[in-house]
């Protein structure tokens, strides 16, 4: 069977370009702010190493923009255990939202199948299920903020561009693009 993928022809421009390469080169903040969200429960987090892939597959029907994966060593103080675990987070990019629905849906999918993923690696490393929602795997990055409280209502976490750096529209964007 053939995957479907969603069509973001509305969004091949220059600002989710921009946005794009922005969040390829500085994706490390995204990391450091995924390993913070878990500052509250027991357990201490350190990334090891992280890369991102551009335009990856998560599951059969699933092509976010980026995938985010983190080596992560983790310590659970209550059970004195210490793992090296292996955990994912899909990106996608919208200049805007055409649609709250076709959006929402496609990040439904990409948290069913990331969220499988972290899950069986969670439970196979540490033997334990994790307290956390399995939508916290996948970020929207967007400048529209019209459906923000909605897509956050739904779990997800909605980021502004300006989270990575600067945004401003540059004409070489293409060529930088090309080389990741």
Not at 13 to 40: G, P
Not at 152 to 172: A, C, H, M, R, T
Request: include cysteine; charged fraction near 30%; aromatic fraction near 12%.
């Amino acid at each position: 069977m053939k995957g479907i993928r969603f069509s973001d022809e509305d969004d091949f421009n220059e600002m989710h370009d921009t946005i794009n390469i922005l969040v390829l080169e500085n994706y490390e903040k995204l990391v450091r702010y995924f390993i913070n969200s878990f500052s509250n429960m027991n357990l201490k987090m350190q990334v090891k190493d992280s890369e991102i892939v551009g335009e990856p597959r998560i599951c059969r029907i699933a092509f976010p923009d980026a995938i985010i994966s983190m080596d992560i060593n983790v310590n659970i103080n209550a059970l004195n255990l210490r793992r090296e675990i292996i955990l994912k987070v899909a990106v996608e990019i919208k200049s805007h939202i055409k649609s709250f629905g076709e959006t929402l849906r496609q990040l439904q999918i990409y948290k069913d199948c990331i969220g499988s993923s972290n899950y069986h690696e969670i439970k196979r490393k540490l033997g334990m299920g994790l307290d956390y929602k399995y939508s916290k795997f996948v970020y929207l990055v967007t400048p529209d903020h019209r459906f923000d409280d909605a897509f956050k209502g739904q779990g997800f976490e909605v980021l502004d561009p300006s989270f990575f750096g600067d945004v401003s529209i540059d004409s070489n964007n293409q060529k930088q693009i090309d080389n990741f």
